[in-house]
């Protein structure tokens, strides 16, 4: 922490602003410049609060030298953390999983149908909702605890691993006996009480950015869940709020390499979100590769058209099957590789 | 809804969208334009979704020209709501409540010394969190059920209704056991679970906007609350995320005008987080107060420089004293009242 | 400046950094923490840019201590800067002025009924628009120099002084010749070229803030007038861009203690434009000055059903006139007193 | 242009908009629905202003149904517009020019340095600036006039075309000497004078999206330089403000697609500006590329450490041939073909 002290403070001033860090149990380094002077404090300051000293009579400013977030960052941990969420499905390597799948879960008939196209297209993992946070409470709300049923029914007719969205406590731990990775929405990314119940459940969790959230704020929510032990936590931009009404979200991808300097945990990247329309999410997912996600999130359904949510921005099967082609040829480019379908045998040798 | 045609689109794309509309259950209107055409619907839209149509051939743009939230509407309800939290102590009528006191309960000696100054400077209500939602997991969370006994402690003191937060059901539970008007923070606006749990207790509920939430969100986050049959709802402006990094948040005074033309329900005003400093409290208070809220939400605390949390925006007790001798000059003079604190007889009659 | 080094820098990477410092004429000061080390830089850093040492290895942060604007700041004067742009109206001192009129010059009668209109209400100066800047190129672009010509006509009628706006050198000139206070519109607040030569003319500028102007912009904009010789600067908050739909504009009122804290400039308030819809600007207006605001700027037109531009923002004359009425009592509230018309006696004592 | 009413409207006032429908010129045709009437307008409504409809009685909303944009819009002309900027160099063909240099032009040796490295490693055109619009009126300003005589010898010595920006008619004129395509920056994109100067001069235009500018905004500024006669408009991403200070501003890509759709005009992308990071330029710059961009603008440095601007954005030159290799191999992955230097053969015959 630095504390800049106004360009006419008095030594009385500069004497009770180190007075105050003294009180807080550190020591105060005063450093005279030829304007201004400016008081650093010695020791680890990670826990520290100095808003109260930003008030003081003659400071002009406080300053925070270390970041706010500790078991999240790249400084803790060097290498890249791997979250497998399944047999031969890991995210932070130099493979790259696509999770593709419905909106929501609306039938036994529509999920399986959805998981077979998505696994014939490459997806390597599945997508449904169960529990659906919408902004109406008359908009249909999903199938909560048969909708698990029908993913389990749906993982075991294609292998695919099984991620889906967790609402509050009752869901995650439903979610825990389920599935294979728990998804926080946007709308949850602060719920810390959801956090915390995560952190103590030990399932990988993939965590959403929220709509305002910065990137240390999505850190910080990550936090949370590692402060209570568990690691397996995979990042996701889907888009923050913006000014332009031109598109739903503003896809912020330069959040990846952001992340990719500040921590060791993958993140990916959700265009159907992040765009809000179908026409965007093949040309925003290849972005989203080339710029270095650790995974794709994109909905594919049956029957957009007849989707009971977000039907818009949902792929049709075989955009979604011309899709994982580019991003094949993209992956290479960059020298990564599109993670197969679970039990495929993409490197059999003769 | 209205379906907006391109310019260029064909007969038969016309027909389509008409179709798609008939299928939905609704009667499409085509209306030629010089330009383009566009296709009404006629009947009841307020819970369809046309972002399938949208994406359909031929079509430029969806419009929806209802409103998606139903019973918080001014439209669904002409005159004010009027929400009780205690005798005496009303939000959205003429009379203007002042809910005050530090942001969390530290000690019985702090809340009970913080409830008699915000009482004696004329405070209609206490405020003070015991479950608090902190950005680090490493920070101070707040002293949980201990906490509320404290505030109800206080209470006892000085006769002043408890507003406190609860971050979920089971807090939710226990403050409505204890305290007179559960908060819901920015954070979790959208956390739809708590949301529903809060309508069935029945109990006033205090909805922060969310930082990224538009008033749309912020209304349609009460509707969930309305909707499970509690319309004791107080909505709160208390600042949201801009690109400015002047201030902690951009406080958005224009909302309360807004929300006083679409909505019945009362809205306030939070200059302390609004803000983020102390020296801007007073005169944001004061402009909240000019641009018509229905009531006044201010951290004070008996000394800022101790406090656990939020110090640096929290008002010292003599400033707000001074502070509630300017809202009451500046109410008159738009003919409202400040209210009295509960138990006082403010209009003695000889 | 403060260099912050990664935790784990070595010490040739700090040994670097402190020759790149010393390379650009300062003194390094290692400050070695805990966690980390950080080096300052000793000597007026006011023009320093350490960007290029931000990426060298090592480092984790650079961090600035002095502000980047010098000539307008509260440190470089102290008292207020006092703008006045005719007999008995300034900005900066305890009274405040308001500017009123129609947004764009139309006609000799238009504009003189205007004039006479918000004279009779109690304005103190005459706002008018010759030289329009609209999104669109196919909008009324404004009368140019006959607009100029029917201001000062209206001038002489009313002895109401001229606030119009400059969208470029021409213009500029042809404003200090026939007008009082030369506007600077939001969309060029960064126009460089155009804030010289307004420092230049030397004439008292009105420089609105940018649609996403931070206060440091906005700041460092009216620096570049003052930095060729001219301080006499009015600054002005007009509604900066948000996610929010709900309204045009996001109104930030907290722009007024900011900017009275770091800089001695008067900055005043433009509700009109600050929220777009008419309901909007009476409790705006009484808003901004209860936040401290030097003066107000609001539209009005004789009748704004027909205005050619901005007509749904326009305060009727009846309107203004009651709005008049409201802000000289909240004036009072706070110690401050509205500016009456000039020419007009208003404390004449028998 | 679809009036809305409110749900209680009268019929009374449902007619007073009908009439006010009429006088604007236009035929009202009402469309009563279960819950509440629509008034639509017939005929062409390209540049009517129905603000003060919006605020008549009864009215909830004014919907508009145009887009404000004509020239440039998709629906004008179907096929792409081909921008070219010397021989070989086109934006908005199947090849994708890249346009390389430093920020600033700062000595001979250093403009020619740099634009030998950037078309040794594969650059299509050489950027730099002899004007700059600083934020801070202290900051480097550019060398002026000298800038663009040592540009043109940059593209004697090279065979580059040269992209620099104009911030005022006077360098605009002086460009269209010098130069090949004339940069407006972000901070000059609604300088509506500026852009009707460019329209005049016939050359080609490299129009900046601004800090805080929707797509509509960026495509109603180009249509300024269109109305005015010159289609050579090449469109610029460039990032934009955000609430999120972890990077210089937000990058967003998804207005590649939506441009697309929108306009016939070329897009290109700066992620130099668009992170202001050098580490984050090469991961940006191909997911620019998937996105789909016409062009990339990048800024190179012989000695970024010693640039007087933007040298941390700044590529090294080595940096800057690597990142051409990676976008020709996604340039092939999605079907595209970087477009080579000028004056090699790129498809050298046996």
């Not at 047999?87 to 008939?109: D, H, L, N, R």
């Not at 093949?282 to 949510?309: C, K, N, Q, Y």
């Not at 991003?327 to 039990?343: K, N, W």
Request: net charge neutral; aromatic share 4%; proline share 6%.
């Amino acid at each position: 922490m630095l504390v800049v002290m106004q360009r006419d403070a008095t030594q009385a001033q500069i004497d009770n602003v180190c007075a105050a860090i003294r009180a807080m149990g550190f020591e105060p380094v005063p450093m005279p410049g030829a304007q201004r002077t400016a008081v650093g404090l010695v020791g680890n300051d990670r826990q520290v609060d100095g808003a109260h000293i930003s008030v003081m009579a003659g400071v002009a400013q406080v300053i925070y030298v270390s970041s706010p977030f500790k078991q999240v960052s790249r400084e803790w941990r060097q290498e890249n953390t791997v979250v497998s969420i399944g047999p031969g499905v890991s995210f932070g390597g130099s493979e790259i999983p696509i999770i593709a799948g419905p909106c929501s879960v609306e039938t036994e008939q529509q999920i399986v149908t959805a998981a077979r196209a998505v696994r014939a297209a490459g997806a390597t993992a599945l997508r449904g909702g169960a529990f659906k946070p919408r902004s109406s409470p008359y908009s249909f709300q999903g199938l909560g605890k048969k909708g698990l049923v029908l993913l389990a029914l749906a993982r075991r007719e294609t292998g695919l691993p099984i991620v889906t969205e967790a609402m509050d406590d009752e869901g995650a731990h439903l979610i825990a006996e389920y599935g294979d990775c728990i998804q926080v929405g946007a709308r949850n990314m602060q719920n810390y009480s959801l956090l915390k119940t995560l952190g103590r459940l030990g399932k990988p969790v993939l965590l959403k950015r929220g709509l305002a959230a910065t990137i240390s704020d999505l850190l910080l929510s990550a936090e949370y869940i590692l402060a209570e032990g568990n690691d397996q936590v995979i990042l996701c931009e889907r888009g923050v709020r913006s000014f332009d009404p031109s598109s739903r979200n503003m896809f912020d991808l330069n959040a990846i390499p952001t992340v990719h300097k500040l921590s060791h945990l993958p993140i990916i990247a959700d265009p159907s979100h992040g765009t809000g329309v179908r026409d965007h999410v093949t040309p925003m997912a290849r972005a989203a590769l080339a710029a270095g996600a650790d995974g794709i999130l994109v909905e594919v359904h049956p029957s957009p058209d007849r989707a009971l949510s977000d039907g818009a921005q949902s792929l049709y099967p075989e955009q979604f099957s011309r899709l994982v082609s580019e991003l094949r040829a993209i992956a290479e480019a960059i020298g990564r590789r599109v993670a197969p379908s679970p039990g495929t045998a993409p490197l059999s040798v003769g």
